[in-house]
């Protein structure tokens, strides 16, 4: 059965077990993350059949950013299989976080027979009602004739149009009854929507005539620029027309770090020049990003000199957050490969050197210069693996502070090699997201960079990279701290640390316990060492990095305050860098 | 402003459907004041026609997720002033010998039918405009009247003239035209709409 070509060329019976997998590998599906139980053990008993590596998971959540992970490093569709009930719930916040942040995977679950379905059976869960809001579609199905194409189907979703997660759960008994599985004739139709009758205003036309009048141009640089495609189109506008490129968390790796044009990350912890950039720009052209409220602070004063020219794939988007001038609705390396031609060079010094002021002498931002006052700080543990990585490896980060700090300190200079949690900010994200990243790319290099806090929502899957001896190297930032949380805490509520220090086992002797080697760093002067270790031994490294607890996450702009106005690093602070701090 | 929106929505004949629609009002807290659905024109696609009171940017949200969901083909917003929009209603009033003579005049007045006569009730059955039936109901109940029973099957609508042409090409491949600008609802008052 494993011979390929013979099932995908003639129609062929197969038990719905046996047409999951042979449907997914027809898909070019090679790993799936997954759980067994009662209700998907048909399917499990199948597996043997077919060329699918199944990567055994600790916990289901795990196995759904281990797919997102997989999905965000490599662009494949990635795929989580559990059983029903506490299975298919265990499923939940991963498939939410790659709803929020676009990412195409497909879920596959168990369900107790269709004869009881309703009935309140052991292990029965009505998972498709309760992942309706959260997927981009999902599928019942109750018949093996259903099971190839409700899967094609789940895949053409997941990866069309704007990407997100699909869900198809199976009933045992289509999973035990059989039908002639025939590939080709379960190919999706094609999608037929209309276009909606609410495309925003503007036009190409307009759009051009805006650029070639603009003075002060900012792009902003969304995850959309991977999705589409469309690095090389976004690099040839920014460079024609000479326009600084500003990115969201999610599209730093859209435009190279490196790059002179580019800007950094906007919004709540950008740079204060990156987002006076904005707040002072003529025209701003989006390019598929969504005007989140962590990038735009409060709407009604967000960049009020900007015509703004919206490029996006989700008509649903357009005017959502940030009223535009011209939305552009469509493939964004179509829409700029139709715009490119029109556009000619330009001139753009005068802003760029205004930029370039407003960014006085941070522009260097050379931490390893400052003196050593004895003290660890998180960016310093950045910075040094940013240096000694020379900004290749894939760094998964979780979400906090040490999330931000990755984003402000590590250069990425190649498309998806940051890995994080956007829009809904899942703590836990990390770990397991690196393991589906390593699956997808072996030969890259894979950090994890993750919070005392974080870490231990999801730390039962250093099992799985044990048991699956995985060459990944996890930083842990240990700051005795829900370190995000104390910073607002001490912003906003006058340091009142409820329930946010805490106490962590000891991460070097846990590591150890899957027999994973690891190191303590209290010291600045350790870090490259330990660093070093890691990256020359081939499998697991764990590092503790005992960092400053009680630092936090400078500039930062309050929720429901302008871009401009931001909290900066108090002078009496002891300095990391930066150019607000001046 | 809350206006009343009148969606019209083709979507696939599939168990499901009605869940999802439904629930990305219900995500936006918005109350659904009628839904029909019945079959379209087209084998295998369903038409449902949902009116809810939303102010203009929520009304716009829902119509932008509706085009998002998967079994969705077409959403239309349709304004009262381009389209035409009925509903039907059947009345059970109580009514003896005595009291039904008046109660025909009534419905002869509205053009409602008397469908089912009983010792001691008789049905009407009316079709119109929302207002038309708001009418009756109110004119019963002024007249002391007692209403028994009452169901109502909740607004349709359709666009006036040649419109089907864009429903069309939704259900078909056809490569879309481009953008048609955003078509705002008129503000609508149903109960100040005479009685027809
Ligand atoms: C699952 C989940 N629960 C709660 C939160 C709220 N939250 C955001 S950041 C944060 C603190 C994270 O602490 P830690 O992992 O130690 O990272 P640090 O901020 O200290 O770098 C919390 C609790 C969240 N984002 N996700
Ligand atoms: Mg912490």
Redesign the interface.
Known sequence: MTNGSELYAHPTRLTGAEALWATLAGEGVRDVFGYPGGAILPAYDALRKFPIRHILVRHEQGATHMADGYARASGRVGVAVATSGPGATNLVTGIANAMLDSVPIVCVTGQVSSKVLGTDAFQEIDI??IT??IT??NY?VSRAEDVAPALRDAFR?AQSGRPGPVLVDITKDAQQGSAIFDFAAAAPA?A??????????GSLAEAVELLRRAERPVILAGQGILHSGAIEQVRTLAERLQIPVASTLLGLTAFPASHPLSLGMMGMHGESWVNHAIQQADVLIACGMRFDDRVTGTLATYAPKAKKIHIEI???EI??NVRVDVAL?GDLKQVLEAMLPQITRRDGSAWLHAIRTMRGSAAVRDIQQLPDNGHLYAAHVMNDLWRETRGESIVVTDVGQHQMWEAQYYKHDRPRSLITSGGLGTMGFALPAAIGAKIACPEKEVWVIAGDGGFQMTSPELATIAQEDLDINIAVINNGYLGMVRQWQEFFYEKNYQSTPLRSPDFVKLADAHEIPGARVTRRTEVLDAVRAARSRRGAFLIDFRVQQEDSVYPMIPTGAALHEMIRRPAENPLLESAEDA | MTVLHTFVILVDDRPGVLSRVASLFRRLNTNITSLTVGRSETAGISRMTIVAAAPEDRAHRILASLYKLEEVREVDDVGRHSAVVRELALLKVAAGVATRSDLFQLAEVFRARVVDLAPDSIMLELTGSASKIEGLVQILEESKYQILEMARTGRMAMRRGHHTSRVMDALSDATSEPGIAAVAAPAQDFLEEAIE
Do not use: Q
């Open positions: 498709t009602g309706m809001p981009k579609h019942l979703v094609p037929r929507r209309h276009a909606p009758r609410f495309n925003g205003p989700d008509p649903s005017n959502k609705i």
